[in-house]
């Protein structure tokens, strides 16, 4: 209605005494939320991780999944946690106890999707109209096809993180990615510019999971354990295959899989299912390893804590492997795949009333050894965990920084809060729900605490990691100028070869 007939159409009812103001909840119901009102959501990513978190969009009222995006049509090869596991969820998404009965193996791709997106809304929101959702293989042609979407969510493997969210963004969507932003700096530096520049809604799902770090870094500031002068963290991921070699075979491509579309930017290679589904986090060109899966949640709330910038270095100890050629034992050459174990080690400048500090990054089993006192006390540490080292003590938490002890003068015990009103971290979810502040983003409110624009550092951070495993040798890092500066051939490392079409 053109504006001037709606202004009309107003004066009269309101004089006449025709208008009358019905409040939404009687229209549609308690927690009705208006079609108008509602988010527009394009999921891209069917895969396991992708099912798993799928029920929270699907329940959350403000938002209407319209479209879901995969190169793999569907499929029973997918890798899951769990026997049956993603079956199980899908069929409590269906309401079908029976669905895929006689499937043996793990269901995945975007006509499941689909699937579950409709029969869900159906199911659940039967007395709304909408239209049924749509399925696309390349995330093209779903930014093309559908000019009136608001936003997409990116669940794919890490390397396509990066080309997909600046491409929504070109298209002025809105965007949430899981972790991480990008598996090279560059491309992560390229996503937080962008969301710098468009002013869009942006949030890295990491955010909020670990709550508790962000408070046990606020006692530090207060002086819990005096200077701080270093943070250990560690985690017992890969909880995937770490291939040691490149695969020589070349198995045909699955029927359904859209094997270029599965590369995207990577350089072009002969399919293998050892690159695919969840094993991707194990290779340079496809994953960012355990740092990047499992590091930014931990670590995230303390670089925001603590006002960190980018490292100055980064220094790699990493396992190795062997083969016999021509019957001499020799040390496999890896550039291409993350080692099954390794230990980080970061140096952060003073920042704000921040000191200098280190930062010890293990996976694969590795472990910190621990300081005399903890030893003294015979103090033990799980498979998981966070331990942060002061000048007169040591607090040491689950990996999230559940049940903090502070350790010190030869006690032990719970960390008590503090006066400070530092006190409250931010947890994984605020009174909107974990998606709350977002989604006030995306209808133009302020940035949520997960944007882009403060995810900086943490990704800058886990991708010099990976800079320094490849470079086999500590890297000094010229964050101003995105350089390494004593190991030129480093410099690689830090971007991406494109293949042709992909290039951002």
């Known amino acids: 209605m053109p504006d001037f007939n709606r202004r009309r159409f107003m004066e009269t009812a309101v004089a006449t005494g025709v208008l009358t103001i019905v409040p939404r909840h009687v229209l549609g119901g308690e927690g009705y939320v208006a079609p108008s009102e509602k988010v527009t959501l394009a999921h891209i990513g069917m895969g396991t991780q992708g099912f798993n978190e799928l029920g929270g969009l699907l329940s959350e009222p403000r938002i209407q999944i319209v479209a879901v995006c995969d190169p793999n049509t569907d499929s029973s090869d997918y890798v899951e946690w769990g026997k049956h596991s993603v079956r199980n969820t899908i069929r409590g998404y269906l309401g079908n106890p029976t669905w895929r009965e006689d499937a043996a193996g793990c269901p995945g791709g975007r006509e499941v999707g689909r699937l579950v997106v409709d029969t869900y809304y159906k199911n659940q929101r039967g007395a709304e109209s909408f239209k049924a959702c749509a399925a696309y293989a390349d995330f093209r042609e779903l930014l093309d096809k559908t000019p009136d979407l608001d936003a997409v969510k990116i669940m794919t493997p890490d390397h396509l993180h990066a080309t997909i969210a600046l491409a929504a963004m070109n298209k002025g969507k809105h965007v949430m990615v899981h972790k991480p932003l990008a598996n090279r700096m560059y491309e992560g530096r390229r996503v937080v510019e962008a969301a710098q520049k468009t002013k869009l809604a942006t949030f890295l799902l990491a955010y909020g999971s670990g709550g508790g770090n962000a408070w046990i870094a606020s006692r530090i500031k207060e002086g819990a354990i005096g200077k701080l002068r270093e943070i250990h963290n560690w985690t017992n991921r890969p909880v995937w295959p770490q291939y040691t070699e490149i695969p020589t075979d070349t198995p045909p491509v699955p029927k359904g899989l859209d094997w270029d579309l599965w590369l995207g930017p990577a350089v072009d290679r002969p399919y293998h299912p050892h690159y695919t589904h969840t094993v991707f986090r194990g290779w340079y060109d496809f994953g960012g390893g355990s740092m990047a899966d499992m590091g930014i949640y931990s670590l995230w709330p303390v670089f925001t804590a603590l006002n960190l910038g980018p490292p100055l270095s980064a220094e790699a100890r990493a396992t190795h492997t062997c083969t ?107 009174s909107g729900g974990r998606y709350g502040a977002w989604l006030q983003a995306c209808r133009g409110g302020e940035q949520a605490p997960g944007s882009f624009l403060n995810a900086g550092s943490i990704t800058d951070t886990v991708n010099l990691g990976a800079v320094a495993l490849r470079a086999g040798a500590k890297v000094e890092f010229d964050s101003d100028n995105m350089r390494i500066t004593n190991v030129a051939d480093a410099n690689q490392y830090l971007r991406r070869e494109y293949r042709k079409g992909w290039g951002l």
């Not at 350790?407 to 409250?424: D, F, M, R, W, Y």
């Open 324 to 430: 016999i050629t021509d019957q001499v034992s020799r040390t496999v050459k890896n550039d291409f795949s993350f080692p099954t174990a390794c230990t980080l080690r970061f140096k952060f400048a003073a920042a704000a009333d921040t000191p200098a500090i280190d930062l010890f990054w293990y996976d694969g089993g590795m472990q910190p050894r621990l300081p005399d006192e903890l030893e003294a006390q015979n103090v033990g540490i799980s498979a998981e965990g966070i331990m942060f080292v002061g000048e007169s003590g040591v607090i040491l938490a689950g990996f999230l920084g559940q049940d903090p002890r502070l350790i010190t003068q030869g006690k032990n015990e719970p960390l008590a809060a503090g006066s400070s009103s530092q006190n409250v971290a931010a947890g994984p979810r605020d």
